[in-house]
């Protein structure tokens, strides 16, 4: 006779209304142009403007009819360039870490809160947060939130300032540290950094980050801002917007405060893959894994963070692994209520 499906007790169950603060907060960041010798002169960059450009194309696209194959493309939209008396991109942004996880914002079931609040005690003595927190900050090293402006780079270096201590760490080579690696991080610097993460996870410690980095990228060469999306852009206008920051030397090109958050974040290499062994890539901690440029979601049955939760709520033996999972969708923040 078939098992009946296995009901969440009330303490378990995924309450209709439930939130959770992020509890990684990244700015926007700035993108500011220079030389490379001169990356000790904090006056020596100056914002990157926008420009627009307006070009004539051809169509590539899948299924153009052949009528129009010959027609030309036009494109109009935003672009990004380094001046051609400079030779390198510094990007800078800051980063909040904040404690009390497991306490939600808002939610309607009392008796899940103690629950959850019970587990996680014992996750962070027993478990702790090093763990997450040593990815969190290969993420900042390796400088993954540059995105595509991380790509063909000459050379990267990152600068981590505690803004508290005015502690500085330097690292003269991003591409040092792995992408995709998280098991040996050994690091001296990005253990001590780590461990201040870890702290304010945990006791609640205020810990503000400020983020430099340097990408030798090449006089004039295209930088990457975040684009902006554009719903339904009429016929014949501007379709491609580029992301600005307001400062005090004009508007600058930048890069969503979210773009940054998904970076630091991508930390998920636990997800299983049929019939792959080896490393995967990580992807951003999401509930159900979703990736949405590959069309792919890799935490769809068993293993997306409601299951684990109430799994893990009803003490049924989860993974560490899952666990990591779970306690960093906390860290994620969002609302999660059991109702549409």
Known sequence: ???????????????????????????????????????????????????EKRNRGTKSQYGVDDAEKTDPNLVWGDDARLPFEADTLKVFFTVKFLGNIAEPTTHNRPEFEVKLKEKFSTYQKNIGFLTLAKRYVQNLVNARFLWRNRLGAEKITVEIKNTETCQIWSFDDAYQYSLNNFDEITDKQVIEIAELVAKSFSEDDYLLLEVTVFARVGQGQHIFPSQEMVMDTPKGQKSKYLYQVKTNQGMCAGIHSEKIGNAIRTIDNWYT???IESVKAPIAVEPYGSVPNRGQAYRISKTDFYTLLINWLENEDISEDDQHFVVANLIRGGVFGGND
């Not at 926007?28 to 006056?43: I, K, V």
């Open 1 to 51: 006779m078939a098992k009946k499906p296995k009901v969440a007790t009330d303490s378990a169950k995924v309450p209709s209304v439930l939130a959770f603060n992020r509890k990684i907060e990244p700015s926007d960041a700035l993108m500011q142009s220079g030389l490379w010798s001169e990356r000790a002169n904090p006056t020596a960059w100056k914002n990157i403007d926008l420009h």
């Open 273 to 275: 893959i049929e019939n």
